[in-house]
């Protein structure tokens, strides 16, 4: 049993709305073996090991159906059991999963997908991994791996853990990350650490724990310093201890005894109570003290102890949202245990665990603790007599092993507007208030306190979880201060998938996006571009790119080209998108990445309408995407037609759905007619005329008109206005600049050039029926080419496609052969075109596309139409542009060529084919 491919999915994907991992596995001779036949010598110590497995339900729906199936005379297979394993490991580390399956892989038996969901990548990935080994090492003797004799799980299992620990979001962080999605705000991690993005585009916050993006850095120094702090606290009249800094020790000492003892020692500027020193009573223990604080800040001061317990009030956008007691780390005796043990005893307590990671910090018995203990003549071996309270701790901070009581509902309304005056004299739009004070419910004429200090990035967790008393829900609190109720954090965003047409429909809807003065994200397979300016030039079509719009803080709307092979490798970069588009669903790409029918590429290319809140936008003239509307969560459902007598579209808009069709006149070579949005049966709405789109040349290219009726829908969907769409079509050309590789014309030579970048049947059929068209009756060369890794009736029909357009055929191949010889490509063109009718002399086999591409530029004469399907669009579209055509001699009245090829360029042809046979 191994593994042999892994796949990571970060978003909606063929398995989930959520992210998996799928692991093929190839189990071998162990197809044989399912778990009946392995026995209980194999099942019961995996269940010793992890016994969180009892509670899997699997498909019998109840707690313990997965050892049900474990355990039955014929048992499950490996792959099952792989798959549970995994889940149950992650659990184990604290990370809540529960989805999986396991699916034998067609025509492969004995291999499987095994898919499971994971919260972290890297912990999840580890999960499989540690899965497999554990499943090695309990096999028979004979059937198990070399490698995994003398496996130590403990170890392994240990190791993970850690490996969990260190992945995890902190408390706070992890409150957070909770709190906004229970608003369904998207989030991702931005780093390895505690960097958080809710939201996407212009929509976003960012946070860092409980620091925002809100949070002042001016506010965040102040509070930083502590001597500022205090000063500027305190002459705006807020009670504050007094304070003075010092640089050295003996200074500390004068200080000291100036304040008057007990005074408090602490950095200038240290956080999480490490250098503090209160109760401090002598010059010798402030010289000592000053040392410590010194070796934790840059700066120490020295401040009036003010007596009283130690309260955090958490101020969150201006108003108090939480309160505190703090007690510091302690035991309580018992009258029988020494101090070690009862340390033991409370560290025992399963809430408590290393750092920030658990509500609570393990006590520690460290330099700090014996020293605390020697003040009350103990040492760790000393037996404390029953219920006497021994502190560990001289500070109250739960980093160090305090404990917090819930007193929110008892602050007296002085300190309560006391704290929110301190927070916004610093600054800060979250704010730890740390508060002094014997009674946090009588107020300061009845009692001496102050504020001791003002924290920035204030810890969460003793709100979020107190030792007593209740939790507050202080998460919430700062998110509803960064997203008012009702935002989402979302910007408008358009997925749209197809076989044909999704970049030109990209580049329309941005430009009608532009048109409603929106910043348009914008991702394509040529490019990201943002606001209209490309900032990267590759293919942009997976969810790698659409991370890339979605995290710009400029973007306003997200138009993202979805490609198949994205969805196929990774899945989608968001959870929900606002429109989903799908546009035409035919026979390209199959034999690739496990889809081999159409039906089976609508599944995946419907995943982008699944996913979809606001709109779905489907072609109603395909009933391959007129089968999604069932499958669809969205409020609207916007069919797309060319014929405004689509049965489909009529029973749609008798239900009250939406659509966008051509509606008004149609000639055998136009579509003369407007773009019209209807809804129901009341709502008729003129949107523009397919003659005034220039990307529909004067509504003779169907393709663009029908790409325009998309762009539309899609634009209406994620709330344009009217005279947006209208402005935004208007302006639309499929130039180089705006659509390269989509039907750019070149009209700088005797002939007309268009290039474009059609590589499956039905792009080159709607191409050269265009080409035909624009063409009126004038010759049309056309450089065919089609991808290396279709399979060979594909391709056959890629010729069969443009067969009956052209006079002149030229067969080459892309620069990358994808696994087939230097000239397959062409000839299987060639024989498609032959089957197809197209006699032989019509057509040339030049392997190589800029030969191909030379050749079809020199036998252009004046009048004809040269198309170009082009794989480097660059390299292409430079040939075009640079060509020189011959000057004819003086006089010349050689008659124009109309179908046949010239010997000189059949032997060019054959001395090109021979070149790349290397003969």
């Known amino acids: 049993m191994h593994i042999e491919s892994t796949t990571v999915y970060g978003g909606p994907n063929v398995w989930a709305y959520f992210p998996v991992i799928r692991l093929t596995v190839d189990l071998g001779a162990l197809e044989a073996w399912p778990t009946g036949r392995l026995g209980a010598s194999f099942w ?33 297979w490996l792959g099952h059991v792989l798959e549970h394993t995994a889940i149950e490991l992650q659990n184990a580390a604290g990370y809540s999963v529960s989805f999986g399956r396991a699916r034998e892989v067609r025509g492969r038996e004995g291999v499987y997908h095994v898919v499971y969901e994971y919260a ?79 939201g996407h585009g212009s929509a976003q916050q960012r946070l860092h724990a409980s620091i925002t993006g809100r949070t002042s850095q001016i506010a965040a120094d102040i509070a930083q310093d502590k001597s500022l702090a205090n000063r500027l606290l305190g002459e705006l009249g807020i009670p504050v201890p007094a304070q003075r800094r010092v640089y050295d020790a003996d200074e500390a ?65 201006g108003r108090l949202v939480a309160a505190a007691r703090r007690v510091p780390g302690h035991v309580v005796g018992d009258g029988q245990q020494t101090v070690e043990a009862l340390v033991e005893a409370v560290n025992a307590d399963p809430r408590r665990g290393a750092g920030h990671d658990a509500a609570l910090t393990r006590l520690e018995l460290d330099d700090e603790a014996e020293r605390m203990l020697a003040r009350r003549g103990y040492t760790r071996h000393s037996v404390p007599a029953a219920g006497e309270c021994v502190y560990l701790r001289a500070t109250a901070n739960l980093s160090r092993g305090g404990t917090a009581v819930d007193v929110t509902d008892l602050v007296h309304a002085d300190h309560r507007r006391m704290a929110e005056r301190a927070a916004a004299i610093v600054g800060l739009d979250v704010a730890g208030v740390d508060f ?168 995946v290319k419907r995943i982008v309408v699944e996913v979809a809140t606001d709109a779905a936008v489907l072609n109603a003239d395909d009933p391959l995407c007129v089968g999604m509307v069932e499958h669809t969560p969205a409020r609207t459902v916007f069919l797309v037609s060319l014929d405004e007598t689509n049965p489909a579209v009529r029973q749609h808009l008798a239900k ?100 474009d970048y059609g590589h499956n049947p039905a792009a080159v059929s709607a191409m050269c029926e265009a080409a035909s068209k624009l063409a009126n009756g004038s010759r049309t060369i056309c450089v065919i080419s089609a991808p290396g890794d279709r399979r060979d009736d594909d391709i056959r029909e890629v010729a069969r496609a443009a067969a009956g357009h052209c006079g002149v055929y030229i067969c080459r191949r892309d620069d990358s052969l994808r ?101």
């Open 253 to 317: 000492a004068a200080a000291a005894a100036a304040i008057g003892f007990p005074v408090v020692v602490k950095p200038l500027d240290g956080n999480q109570g490490r250098g503090v020193r209160p109760n401090v009573m002598s010059g010798d223990e402030a010289r000592a003290a000053f040392a410590d604080a010194r070796a934790e800040g840059s700066g120490v001061v020295v401040e009036e102890q003010i007596a009283g317990f130690d309260h955090r009030l958490l101020v969150v956008g």
């Open 44 to 76: 019961a110590p995996l269940l010793e090991a992890l016994p969180g497995l009892y509670e899997h339900r699997c498909s019998y729906g109840a707690r313990g159906g997965f050892v049900r199936r474990l355990t039955e005379d014929d048992g499950t």
């Open 656 to 755: 009250g759905g939406a659509a966008v069709v051509v509606a008004g006149g149609r000639s055998a070579h136009t579509y003369d007619g407007a773009l019209e949005f209807r809804q129901g049966s009341a709502v008729r709405t003129r949107l523009v005329s397919t003659h005034d789109i220039p990307a529909t040349h004067g509504g003779r290219v169907r393709f663009n008109v029908q790409n325009a009726a998309f762009a539309a829908a899609i634009a209406l969907g994620v709330g344009a206005d009217v005279q947006a769409v209208r402005e935004g079509l208007r302006g639309f050309s499929a130039s180089i600049d705006q659509t390269p590789g989509r039907m750019n014309m070149y009209e700088g030579l005797p002939f007309r050039v268009i290039m």
């Open 436 to 603: 002094l004070v014997n009674d946090i419910s009588r107020p300061l004429q009845d009692q001496r306190g102050g504020i001791c200090e003002i924290n920035a990035a204030p810890g969460l967790r003793m709100h979020l979880a107190p030792s007593e008393g209740t939790p507050r829900d202080v998460a919430g609190a700062v998110i509803d201060t960064l997203f008012p109720a009702g935002a989402t954090g979302r910007i408008p965003t358009a997925a749209i998938t197809g076989t044909n047409g999704k970049t030109t429909t990209a580049h329309m809807v941005a430009a009608i996006g532009e048109a409603a003065n929106r910043r348009v994200g914008l991702t394509t397979t040529h490019g990201v571009f943002i606001g209209g300016h490309q900032v990267t030039e590759d293919d942009a079509s997976g969810p790698q790119s659409a991370r890339l719009v979605l995290r710009d803080p400029m973007v306003d709307w997200a138009v993202l080209e979805t490609a198949r092979g994205g969805i196929l490798r990774e899945g989608l970069a968001y959870r929900h998108c606002s429109v989903g588009a799908v546009l035409n669903v035919t026979n390209d790409h199959l034999g690739l990445d496990g889809v081999e029918t159409a039906e089976e590429m609508a599944r």
């Open 819 to 919: 696994g087939r010889g230097p000239d397959d490509v062409p000839r299987l063109l060639r024989d498609g075109l032959l089957v197809a009718g197209v006699s032989d002399e019509r057509i040339l086999v030049i392997p190589d596309e800029t030969s191909a591409m030379a050749t079809g530029l020199s036998m252009a004469r004046p009048g004809d139409l040269l198309l170009l399907f082009a794989d480097d669009l660059a390299r292409t579209w430079k040939q075009v542009t640079e060509y020189h055509p011959p000057s004819p001699p003086a006089g010349s009245t050689e008659p124009r060529p109309r179908t046949r090829v010239t010997r000189a360029v059949k032997a060019a042809a054959a001395l090109a084919l021979l070149a790349v046979r290397g003969v």
């Open 120 to 198: 972290q990548r890297d912990v999840g990935l580890a999960a499989g991994q540690l899965a497999l080994r554990l499943l090695q090492s309990l096999l028979p003797a004979a059937l198990r791996p070399a490698e995994a004799t003398g496996f130590d799980f403990a170890t392994a299992r240990d190791e993970f853990f850690a490996l969990g620990r260190q992945q995890s979001l902190g408390p706070s962080t992890l409150a957070l990350v909770r709190a906004a999605t229970r608003r369904h705000i998207p989030w991702e991690r931005l780093d390895g650490d505690h960097l958080i993005q809710l």
